[in-house]
């Protein structure tokens, strides 16, 4: 007897991770890889963190539940951490911490919409929005940006869409593209006085090249600010993130998290402390960003590849590749094939558009984005051959 099975379950594949798998099958072949497809840190914990994590696990803490909005010395760096960061008085009530933003993304998505709301989302942007979205029941409703308004969302695009929420990221995945903070604010009050519960991704904030990255939570007592400890705190695997809550949404929060979560990870929540202690080493990781953003902005140019999205922060390269042919899955399955270097195809983040583009990471080490660019410049000109 075939049982029933839910239609919430079927969402799309994340292809980042097909990506991976085949690098990784390569790499067991014997394959050399750079690994230009994931967007993750590759440097771990501040040793000082670490030490002082190390010393608590070894002194013995039960590390049993914590209560559901996570342990309030936590809460009180990141309001602290916000004030000297943005100049806003977030209070501590109001900061919920989360096991990575993708559990608040969850937690948000659950409390804010109802199924059959529509909520508005840049396309380029991060799948599991839409996919988390359409998991609850919820309509996405792709909003297609372009280099004219630096790929992200505008008022005049989601006037009459009668939408009941918006997600912006800024930094966003995959374009590194920003919001300047005059655009978010605008944008914050329209969705304030149009009853559209804004969501701000603010997980790439840290990681930034000379833009000033607003918080929406400074313009609207009605957005939700997500961020996480994943991206500039290089804590990926720990899997903690945090959520910046609106008043009327803190109660159904806390209820939904006990009983989804029951709370975060504890071992987490001591490590972030103690990064806070840290923050200017995390400043030296981001400056080595900087430098592998240049040469790969440069060293792709030099390829033909120079129709890219403002890469403002985080650590990607959005890039035109339509030149090099009508689909970017078959280009980065070749270009894996053919010189090891793995990127992500632009399907994932556009389902209508994303043929044309391919994702560039350069997370990982300056050396990685050298050789690849030097790959790339034997193996463009036979491509064809
Ligand atoms: C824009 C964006 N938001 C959210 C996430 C999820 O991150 P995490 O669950 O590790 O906090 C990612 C991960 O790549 C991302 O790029």
Known sequence: MTLKISDRGRVPPFLVMEVLRAASEREIRGGSVLHMEIGQPSLGLPAGAAAAVAHEVAGG????????????????RIARHAHAVYGVEVPVERVFCTMGSSAAF???????????????????????YRHILKAVGVEPVLLPVGAETRFQPTIEMIEGLGLDGLIVASPSNPTGSMLPPEALQALAEYCHGAGIRLIS?????????????ATAAAFSPSAVVINSFSKYYCMTGWRLGWLVLPEDMMRPVEC???????????????????????????????????????????GLAGLGIDKVAPPDGAFYVYADVSHLGPDSRELCRRMLDETGVAVAPGWDFDPAD?????????????????????????????RNA
């Open 106 to 128: 969850l937690i948000a998505f659950l409390t804010a919409f109802a199924p059959g709301d529509r909520v508005g989302l840049a396309a380029p942007g991060y799948p599991a």
């Open 201 to 213: 991704d603010e997980i790439y904030h840290g990681i930034t090249y000379g833009m000033t990255a």
């Open 354 to 382: 994303g043929g044309r583009f391919v994702r560039f990471s350069y997370s990982g080490s300056t050396a990685t984005v050298i050789t690849a660019i030097e790959r790339l410049r034997d193996w463009l000109p036979k």
């Open 256 to 298: 939904l998290a006990q009983n989804l979560f029951i709370s975060p990870p504890t071992i987490s929540q001591i490590a972030a402390v103690r990064t806070f202690d840290h923050l200017e080493e995390l400043d030296a990781i981001v400056r080595g960003y900087a430098r592998n953003r240049d040469l790969l902005v440069h």
């Open 61 to 76: 803490d039960p590390m049993g539940y914590t209560v559901a909005q996570g342990i309030p010395a936590l809460r009180r």
